[in-house]
């Protein structure tokens, strides 16, 4: 059976922020259509009386405006209109309730009472397994700044950055380049490249592809200048929804273009 949710009563809301205030989503682990449905029944942001759903609300805003949401969800069913049933209440899907499966009368269910010991385990089951699946699935990303330097001044830079250019892996991609002098003549090549963390190696990629044959034919030592995370959108969500504190930081690097970062306090 689909949840019911009613957004037009204070009434509704109030059953709502008792709803959320265990829960980031609507139903599941994840922003999903579910969220997508309650939060179009809203004309306007939620009052901050009632702290939960405009937690939620400002959440699933800040997603619309950055990544979207694509997760099918399980399916509810949104009144929003002033009538709201003395009894109704917003109960989460049959699939996270298992008891009330069992049950043909559902308004007989205490559901915002304490849950059992089996529904604990089974929700830190639930909750273990789609961790783990997550960690698969949102695997992160950096972005590297290498400096790469050749043998002397006579060494061909062009085909020094072909070289470099032409390790190919999955998960690595190559980004801007220049070349930056050293002194006596000589250059080296500064270059950014973006790995997916869960699948590259940084240390591999210098020590095992850029300073072995052939490509050490034109390559004599290579170095990490930076090394930065890129932020996951679910991070940028957080910021921008207010839920965790952030610091703004800002330099002009020798290139002359304007770097506007953000360091998040969690």
Known sequence: MAPTFYVGSEAGLKKLDEYLLSRSYITGYQASKDDLAVHAAFTKAPS????????????????????????EGSGVTVEGSASFPEEAIATPPVAETKAAADEDDDS??????????EEKKAAEERAAAVKASGKKKESGKSSV???????DDE????????????????????GASKLVPVGYGIKK????????????SVDTVIEERLTEEPINEYVQSCDIVAFNKICHAWIAAMVLSGIVDYN???????????????????
């Open 189 to 200: 090549l500064q270059i950014m490249m973006t790995i997916v963390d869960d699948l590259v």
């Open 145 to 151: 700044l290498l400096d790469v330097k050749p043998w």
């Open 155 to 174: 060494t061909d830079m062009k085909k020094l950055e072909e070289a470099v250019r032409s390790v190919h892996l999955e998960g690595l991609l190559w």
């Open 48 to 71: 901050a009386q009632y702290v939960n759903v405009s937690r939620w609300f400002n959440h699933i805003e800040a997603l619309l405006r950055i990544s979207g949401v694509t997760a």
């Open 248 to 266: 703004l930081v800002s330099f002009i690097p020798p290139n002359g273009k304007l770097f506007i970062g953000v360091i998040v306090k969690f």
């Open 108 to 117: 007989d269910v205490d559901l915002f009472g304490e849950e059992t010991e």
